[in-house]
Nanobody, 120 residues
Framework: QVQLVESGGGLVQPGGSLRLSCAASGSIFSINAMGWYRQVPGKERELVATITSGGSTKYADSVKGRFTISRDNARNSVYLQMNSLKPEDTAVYYC??????????????WGQGTQVTVSS
């Protein structure tokens, strides 16, 4: 069994910053790509940013230059530094990871989500 636990969401004013963290735990052999997605009510979940095990990154156009994704492979963790936040960044943010367990089974794993609200 593999779990992803997110933290760091909250309420912030426009122009402010937040840092999201996500840690994977369980019977982990390795983790492929990790990423952050977000969803607002009535809309589909959308990609925010992803990072491969080698450190290659990909961002949604809407967050380029403002958000930075990083990971710590030793801690099985991924982070999202969000700067210059806008009201349209308000959403539930979900962590995702492609985990290979010690039994060599692949799981596309999701966290429980953390609310980010950008409002004055």
């Amino acid at each position: 069994q593999v779990q992803l636990v997110e933290s760091g969401g909250g309420l912030v004013q426009p122009g402010g910053s937040l840092r999201l963290s996500c840690a994977a735990s369980g019977s982990i052999f390795s983790i492929n790509a990790m990423g952050w997605y977000r969803q607002v009510p009535g809309k589909e979940r959308e990609l925010v940013a992803t990072i491969t095990s080698g450190g290659s990154t990909k961002y949604a156009d809407s967050v380029k230059g403002r958000f930075t994704i990083s990971r710590d492979n030793a801690r099985n963790s991924v982070y999202l530094q969000m700067n210059s936040l806008k009201p349209e960044d308000t959403a539930v943010y979900y962590c995702n990871a492609g985990v290979i367990t010690r039994d060599y089974v692949f799981y596309d794993t999701w966290g429980q989500g953390t609310q980010v609200t950008v409002s004055s």
